[in-house]
């Protein structure tokens, strides 16, 4: 599980062991290879060289559209599997990078002039062996899209003069800083135009993670966060900036070990930067996998945070860091699942999706930025033209099932407008999409499910945020964070893949199932006031199925319409009991879910047919076209 802090001193900073503390057989550090040492002159056979130890597990190829690059899986992966993990190259857990006091006052956020300065470090006093050849490659290799595109440069103009400026007062600080100190090392002190492109470099391919909260976020600053002045957990290295963004992504990054802050000791630059480095403990990054992957496949994780974001506010962000995302759900072929709603007509009620609504990628202005409170009304009267974004309001929303026109784009676009700032109002519509999933799609593969929910219970049991939103009785459950992770993890639940529709599942059993794992390491265990919470009935609503059991007869029938959810519900009691959660495995042995549970997985070991409730069982024929 992520979430254990390995003791700092026994790494060092090529990726090898420096003691026995180290714990190689980890089943999360399966591919550790150390750097080559590299010729700074040949960059394209510096990054192949840097390459091959991963090339049994991953190949860079180039797009075959866009003409940047894609990662590449070499042989097949399951979910749950480690696709690879790469050591940091610049880090700000380091203690370098944490050592070093940011220059107040400019646009340059303080952890990326974290990474700016363990950078020049390595220039100037090359510590390592590795560090000079390790960071040519950088400057030679990885993308600056993120601010040298002309996307970036369109939306971000303003920010990257600023950057522009700062670079240059950044330098001249830290070499006074250098001079002052009368530390001289034998590297040379990086120019302007280098500092510049590592900037751009760090911009296109940081990952960081939230230092306060821990769980992995994907790459990305989180302008919102930096605009607080909080600083991430930020890590650069090569491999793990190859793999692309997508919204329904195959593959997830993890930090290891997570963020902790490096010991007080007396500092200066210079000498004790060298012991430093010297001493480096190693961040890996660990990419795994969420869904089958076959060999041959491009790898794909996240960018951002909250990936359950409506499509406009999704791809607002990305062309901040400088690309319209042309992923399977953005740019299609696949339906764009987080703008689904649900056909109008009554007799209906199919789930409508558009499917890649962009007109022009190339002209693509982002919206602005959300409105005011106060402006709101106002806001949300504007032309659609005027938001810049590059769809057509007029375009016609056909439902797949009735044939009915059941929306125009400017209709959808209204409507996400108004919901993208609203989580709450946005989960009340999102619950009639449920219903209709839950009505329709009949469970025979819960598996990816199954593992997904142990990949968020790596990540996101041990969320201090949620343990202290369930210990403190005055928070509400309505405060805690999980309903943002259960949100999402619903959304990668849905839209796992393609086929998600025809595979998986009982949404308000996996929503369940998901709440309770959340509180199943808490203190004080109240799963089923989270599940309601993420499962309040529809007005339309007519009980049947899409809401969560309310009696303990319901609890029965819906344990014994799936062997999943029984094999799933077993498993969280031995959890539960494990981990001394007794109170949540009273209650589940209350209501005898755990015999029921038992019996259902006995019977299915054995084939004997399952009596399916009538509540739960709906024909897959309503699916059809
Ligand atoms: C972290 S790098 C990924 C590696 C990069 N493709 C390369 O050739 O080095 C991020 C850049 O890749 C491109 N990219 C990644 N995901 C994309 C997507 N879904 N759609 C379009 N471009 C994408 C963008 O140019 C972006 O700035």
Redesign the pocket.
């Known amino acids: 599980m992520v979430g254990r802090v390995l003791p700092r001193s026994s790494f060092s900073l090529d990726g090898s062991a420096s003691d026995s503390d180290y714990e190689l057989d980890s089943p999360l550090l399966t591919w550790v290879p150390s750097l080559p040492v590299l010729d700074d002159n040949e960059p394209e056979m510096i990054l192949d060289d840097y390459l091959a130890p991963y090339a049994p597990l991953v190949r860079v190829a180039p ?1 075959p559209d ?1 003409g ?4 590449v899986a070499a042989k097949d992966f399951s979910p749950g599997e480690v696709v690879f993990s790469e050591p940091a190259l610049l880090d700000t857990a380091h203690a370098v990078a944490q050592h070093f006091g940011p220059v107040p006052g400019l646009s340059i956020a303080p952890d990326y002039q974290r990474l700016m300065y363990e950078f020049v470090v390595h220039a100037v006093y090359q510590p390592v062996p590795t560090s000079a050849a390790a960071h040519a490659l950088l400057l030679a ?3 600056t ?2 601010m040298a ?1 002309a996307l970036a440069e369109r939306v971000n103009g303003e920010r990257n003069a600023q950057y522009r400026a700062d670079v240059k007062v950044f330098r001249d600080k830290i070499k006074k800083r250098f001079a002052k100190r009368g530390n001289k090392g034998t590297g040379s002190f990086p120019t302007t135009e280098t500092l510049l492109k590592l900037l751009c470099i760090i911009e ?2 940081v990952h960081s993670e939230d230092i306060k909260t821990g769980p992995a976020a994907t ?1 990305g600053d989180d302008d919102d966060e930096e605009a607080e002045g909080e600083e991430e957990h930020c890590v650069l290295s090569v491999v793990a ?7 329904k992504p195959n593959a997830l990054v993890t930090f290891f070990p997570p963020f902790s802050p490096a010991p007080d000791s007396a500092h200066t630059v210079g000498v004790s930067d060298i012991e430093l480095a010297k001493a480096e403990p190693v961040t890996h990054l660990l990419f795994t996998a969420l869904q089958p992957i076959a060999a041959g496949d491009v790898i ?1 994780i996240a ?1 951002q945070e909250n990936s359950f974001l409506p499509t406009r506010v999704r791809r607002g962000n ?1 062309a901040n ?7 399977r759900m ?2 299609g072929p696949d339906p764009d699942f987080a703008r689904a709603f649900v056909c109008a007509n009554p007799m209906c009620r199919a789930l409508v999706s558009p499917v890649g609504t962009l007109r022009d990628q190339e002209s693509y202005v982002p919206p602005p930025p959300p409105p005011d409170a106060e402006n709101e009304d106002e806001e949300m009267d504007n032309d659609d033209d005027e938001n810049g974004d590059d769809e057509d309001p007029d375009a016609q929303l056909v439902c797949g099932r009735c044939g009915e026109v059941v929306a125009t784009m400017g209709e959808v676009i209204a409507a996400e407008a108004r919901l993208a700032h609203d989580p709450e109002a946005m989960l009340a519509v999102l619950s009639p999409v449920l219903d209709v999933f839950s009505r329709n799609v009949p469970a025979t593969d819960t598996f990816s499910a199954r593992t997904l929910a142990s990949v968020l219970l790596g990540d996101c049991l041990d969320h201090p945020d949620l343990t202290a939103a369930l210990t403190d009785p005055d928070s509400g459950v309505h405060v805690s964070p999980s309903h943002f992770l259960v949100y999402d993890a619903l959304k990668q639940l849905l839209f796992f893949d393609a086929d998600a529709i025809d595979r998986v599942m009982h949404v308000p059993a996996l929503m369940y199932l998901v709440a309770v794992n959340y509180v199943a390491l808490a203190p004080s265990p109240r799963p089923l006031a989270l599940a309601s919470l993420h499962a309040a009935p529809s007005d339309e609503s007519d009980g049947e199925g899409g809401d969560v059991p309310a009696t303990d007869a319901e609890w029965t029938r819906l344990i014994a319409w799936n062997g999943d959810v029984q094999h799933n519900l077993l498993w969280l009691m031995k959890q539960a009991r494990a981990r001394g959660n007794l109170e949540l495995a009273q209650w589940a042995s209350d209501r005898g879910l755990d015999t029921c549970a038992a019996m259902g997985v006995a019977a299915s070991a054995s084939g004997a047919a399952i009596e399916f409730g009538d509540v739960f069982a709906r024909p897959r024929s309503l699916l059809a076209g």
């Open positions: 797009h866009r940047d690059r894609v990662l290799e990885l993308s899209d993120g595109s296109t391919n790459s900036s190859m793999p692309e963004h997508s919204c794909s960018y990305l860091r400088g690309f319209v995302c042309n992923c953005c740019a």
